[in-house]
């Protein structure tokens, strides 16, 4: 496999579910992130890790839960969801967290939607 | 702190004519500036980016954009759409000097009409 994968692609809890979703890089990059896609409203960045260590949390509830166990996997554990964090959660990695100027490489996303 | 206003959420061009897509951009330190592309059931795949070495940049799929700094500006132009042009495309910036953290407008959906 190539560049960044997600999976699952589409997911469907209840609000009592605990589920995790997972993201793989295959670029060899340092850093990666959490975003958040809804609709009509701008990506939002949610976590940022640099080497398996996490240098943003932004604002984002105990409900989700991020783990970073080596540079190349990343998981975004999920607990008691609102039905407002229905949304597409995109993954990326960039070679390093600490310029401005890297490039950042998506995944597809994973489709959650929370009942 | 940075971020960008794209403006339209949705754009509408005829098959062969120009495409301009509009980002401005407010930043208080010298930017770094990126046009994503979003395809349907996709992540987002880097157009092109700005990143201070020439004002004009040129990206994939004949797109470039124009970096503004009097306007505050980076708009997206393509010289003739094309079907497969059809998708949703954000402007992100990000700070020179900062962590690598994007801030992203809300997208401009572009449709291509035959």
């Known amino acids: 496999e190539t560049g960044v994968t997600q999976t699952p692609r589409h997911l469907v809890m209840g609000m009592t579910n605990k589920k995790s979703l997972k993201c793989e890089q295959h670029?060899?990059?340092?850093?990666m992130y959490w975003y958040k896609q809804s609709a009509k409203k701008p990506l939002e960045l949610m976590f940022v890790y640099n080497f398996k260590e996490q240098t943003e949390n932004n604002s984002v509830p105990s409900r989700f839960s991020p783990e970073c166990p080596n540079s190349s996997h990343l998981f975004l554990h999920l607990h008691t969801l609102q039905p407002e964090d229905s949304a597409l959660y995109l993954c990326?990695?960039?070679?390093?967290?600490?310029?401005?100027?890297?490039?950042?490489?998506f995944g597809p996303g994973t489709r959650l939607t929370v009942l | 702190a940075q971020s960008v206003t794209q403006l339209g959420s949705h754009v509408s061009v005829s098959e062969g004519a120009l495409v301009l897509l509009r980002c401005n951009y407010s930043s208080s330190v010298p930017p770094y500036l990126f046009w994503y592309v979003q395809y349907p059931n996709q992540g987002l795949q880097l157009l092109l980016k700005?990143?201070?070495?020439?004002?004009l940049v040129k990206g994939i799929n004949g797109f470039e954009a124009e970096f503004k700094k009097s306007e505050t500006s980076f708009h997206l132009t393509k010289p003739s759409a094309h079907m497969s042009d059809a998708a949703e495309y954000f402007c992100a910036v990000s700070g020179r000097g900062g962590a690598n953290n994007l801030f992203f407008g809300t997208g401009t959906r572009l449709t291509v009409i035959p």
């Open positions: 700005y990143t201070s070495a020439a004002t």
């Open positions: 670029l060899g990059h340092n850093a």
């Open positions: 990326a990695s960039s070679q390093a967290g600490a310029e401005g100027s890297d490039t950042q490489y």
